[in-house]
């Protein structure tokens, strides 16, 4: 166990809907980041924040917002979502956002678009 | 940006037999090596990584090997167990000013019994 936390586990919907996967950091940890991992893909990374702001952007679509509250836990928004969305989300902790740490990740969300 | 490249996408070694996996990274800058492994339908966990002031690394049956001049890093595992059987990515980043993990495509290491 990594002590980052992810719900769901699971997500079933339809194409065109909007849902929103959460993400408990480690405790202490101020950086978090989400990764998307399509069938026997790689791991695409999205988005970063540390300690509330956006950090780091990676190949993420303008359908799919994040945001980081107070709390330091993540939220990851897709919306009109598409066939192709389908994958496994996974988001990772780390102390600070230096880069040069090691991430922990969570258990994912398996997203499946139906 | 940073664009790893990772080989060999499959493996399949004897039990009890080294594995070796490759990859190359393009950022000269980047400083931080992680290998990750990932079993199927889990979460990826970090297993060794290396940084750019270090050209070896070891930890038990696993070891990491970095070669800065031609920005490739190796991971080897001796003595394969079948629990070594997953997906493995390499993964760099520079960390300056550009904190993202460029993670390779992966290698499916499969131990045969």
């Known amino acids: 166990d990594s002590g980052v936390t992810q719900t769901p586990k699971h997500l079933i919907t339809a194409t065109g809907q909007r849902v929103t996967l959460r993400c408990s950091p480690r405790s202490g940890d101020l950086s978090v980041y989400w990764y998307q991992q399509s069938l026997d893909q790689g791991l695409q990374f999205l988005i970063q924040y540390y300690n509330g702001e956006e950090r780091a952007k990676g190949n993420i679509l303008e359908r799919f917002s994040a945001q980081q509250f107070p709390d330091l836990h993540s939220e990851l928004n897709l919306s009109s979502l598409e066939l192709g969305d389908s994958a496994l989300y996974f988001c990772?902790?780390?102390?600070?956002?230096?880069?040069?740490?090691?991430?922990?990740f969570g258990p994912g969300t398996r997203l499946l678009v139906l | 940006g940073e664009n790893v490249e990772q080989h060999p996408s499959t493996l399949s070694v004897q039990e009890g037999d080294s594995a070796v996996i490759k990859c190359t990274y393009s950022d000269s800058a980047s400083n931080y090596f992680p290998w990750y492994k990932q079993e199927l339908g889990k979460r990826p966990q970090l297993i060794i990584d290396?940084?750019?002031?270090?050209g070896e690394k070891k930890d038990q049956r696993i070891a990491v090997t970095l070669n800065k001049t031609a920005k490739h890093f190796s991971l080897h595992i001796t003595e394969t167990q079948p629990e070594d059987s997953a997906v493995y990515f390499c993964a760099a980043t520079s960390g300056f000013g550009n904190e993202k993990l460029t993670f390779g495509t992966g290698t499916r290491l499969t131990i045969i019994p």
């Open positions: 290396i940084r750019s002031n270090v």
């Open positions: 990772a902790s780390s102390v600070l956002a230096s880069g040069g740490e090691t991430q922990y």
